[in-house]
C-alpha cells in the first residue's frame, strides 16, 4: 500500500468518508454528526493521511492535535472488500509515527462497540480505556481508548 498524506477533504478522501458515512447510517441509522475542519488536520498540528493500492483508495485516517500532549484519531476507515490485509494497522502505525513526530506524547480515539474489528485491531495494538471524551462522550456503546506513543 502507497500512503501518501493529502487534505481531508481531497476528492479521493472524500469518496470514502462518504462510504463510511453510509457505513454509520447502516449501524447507527444515521450519519456520524461530528464536523470535522480541514484545517485541524493540515500540519503542524494534524495530518491526514490516504492509503492505495493499485491506484485505487483503501484506507484513510487522520489526526488532530487536542492539546500538548495528545493527538486525535479520527476517520480510520478500510472499506470492507479491501479489510484482512493489514492495511488500517499499516495506516495506524503511520498516523502514530506523524503524530509522536510532532511533539504529541498520547494518541487517543473514540469507537463504539458496534465496531467489533475496530476495537479488535485497537486492543491488539496496546490501546486502553480512558474516560470518555470528545463529540460522542457519554453516547451508548461508546468507547474512549488512548495509546502512548514512544518518546524520542
Not at 483503501?58 to 495528545?70: F, K, N, Q, S, T
Given at each position: 500500500?502507497?500512503?501518501?498524506?493529502?487534505?481531508?477533504?481531497?476528492?479521493?478522501?472524500?469518496?470514502?468518508?462518504?462510504?463510511?458515512?453510509?457505513?454509520?447510517?447502516?449501524?447507527?441509522?444515521?450519519?456520524?454528526?461530528?464536523?470535522?475542519?480541514?484545517?485541524?488536520?493540515?500540519?503542524?498540528?494534524?495530518?491526514?493521511?490516504?492509503?492505495?493500492?493499485?491506484?485505487?483508495?483503501?484506507?484513510?485516517?487522520?489526526?488532530?492535535?487536542?492539546?500538548?500532549?495528545?493527538?486525535?484519531?479520527?476517520?480510520?476507515?478500510?472499506?470492507?472488500?479491501?479489510?484482512?490485509?493489514?492495511y488500517a494497522r499499516e495506516l495506524l502505525h503511520r498516523l502514530e509515527a506523524s503524530a509522536a513526530a510532532a511533539g504529541a506524547r498520547r494518541v487517543v480515539l473514540e469507537t463504539n462497540v458496534r465496531h467489533p474489528a475496530a476495537l479488535g485491531l485497537y486492543r491488539s495494538e496496546s490501546y486502553y480505556d480512558i474516560p470518555d471524551f470528545g463529540a460522542h462522550a457519554g453516547t451508548p456503546g461508546t468507547r474512549s481508548l488512548a495509546h502512548d506513543l514512544p518518546r524520542s
Open positions: 500500500m502507497e500512503i501518501t498524506e493529502l487534505p481531508c477533504d481531497h476528492p479521493d478522501v472524500l469518496a470514502l468518508v462518504h462510504r463510511l458515512q453510509a457505513e454509520y447510517v447502516r449501524i447507527f441509522g444515521a450519519p456520524d454528526t461530528d464536523r470535522t475542519d480541514p484545517a485541524q488536520f493540515a500540519p503542524p498540528a494534524g495530518a491526514f493521511l490516504l492509503g492505495r493500492a493499485g491506484g485505487e483508495p483503501v484506507a484513510m485516517g487522520g489526526w488532530r492535535r487536542l492539546d500538548a500532549e495528545r493527538a486525535e484519531l479520527k476517520r480510520m476507515y478500510v472499506p470492507d472488500e479491501h479489510r484482512g490485509r493489514g
